[in-house]
């Protein structure tokens, strides 16, 4: 399978040109971006959120380019699915939406209902909201993040309260965060600080979270002594953390 022609200079100067590639790999046309340089010696693939390039020395054959892509095929196709599902999922905040809790996928069912809105968790992952104008999306989000936030606080002080404990390790005060970008904090005044948004993912996921924050009431910093208390209270946070990394963008469109 060979790639196909330029489809477009992006930019051009005596020791560096960039254009715009399509390749066929797999089953999927793969469009990348191929960056020639003068002062490059081998070639190099790279994959991230902005997708695939190919860094090339200036006088490289084109066949050597696409024979690296397609015996690459394999990892560049991985690489790429791995950022497509990181990528944040535009909300509609409409009948029918999903959102997760707990790691478990709900379906949003609206009703129009005159009086105080009222969220309820209903059998078969169905979370039920009543209010009175269900075609504006603004106050549907409203409403559910609100709900979040309620079981989030319940939640959270029931994990803390179980850590602390393993810890011997008095109740500090807890709070609720809507940072964008921090999962959770804790400072020396003792108040841990965690974000609701958090109660999307799984309860493992969640308790590696509360197990770092807990930790830093015993260590406040980020030492091998730090970790060594939070492998004692979560032993497998390592793959939890990998997996909150995974859904972050994800969560955070909340």
């Known amino acids: ?64 380019i696409t024979a690296l892509l397609e015996k690459s095929s394999d990892w560049v196709l991985r690489k790429l699915a ?31 209902h005159e009086g105080r809105p009222i969220a309820q968790l209903r059998d078969g992952g169905i979370l039920q909201l009543s209010l009175n104008q269900p075609d504006l999306s603004e106050h549907v989000r409203e409403l559910v993040l609100g709900w979040y936030r309620r079981h989030a606080a319940v939640h959270f002080r029931t994990r803390v309260a179980h850590f602390c404990a393993l810890l011997d390790e008095p109740l500090p005060r807890i709070m609720l965060s809507s940072a964008q970008g921090r999962w959770g904090s804790c400072n020396a005044k003792r108040e841990v600080r965690l974000n609701w948004r958090l109660m999307q993912a799984p309860p493992h996921v969640i308790d590696y979270v509360v197990a770092h924050e807990v ?40």
Not at 19 to 43: A, H, M, P, V
Request: charged share 30%; aromatic share 8%.
């Open 82 to 112: 791995v950022y497509a599902a990181r990528r944040p999922r535009y909300r509609i905040w409409g009948n029918g939406e999903q959102i997760d809790f707990l790691g478990r996928p709900l379906r949003i069912e609206l009703s129009a």
């Open 1 to 64: 399978m060979n790639a196909s022609k330029v489809q477009l200079k992006l930019f051009q100067d005596p020791e560096r040109i960039v254009e715009q590639r399509r390749i066929r790999l797999g089953e999927q046309d793969i469009t990348y971006t191929l960056k020639r340089s003068t002062k490059r010696r081998s070639i190099l693939l790279t994959v991230d959120e902005r997708g695939l390039a190919v860094s090339a020395p200036w006088r490289t054959a084109e066949y050597r």
């Open 215 to 254: 930790s830093h009431l015993r260590v406040m910093n980020h030492s091998q002594r730090f970790w060594r208390v939070v492998e004692r209270l979560h032993p497998d946070y390592r793959a939890a953390r990998a997996e909150l990394d995974s859904q972050a963008n994800h969560y955070m469109t909340l």
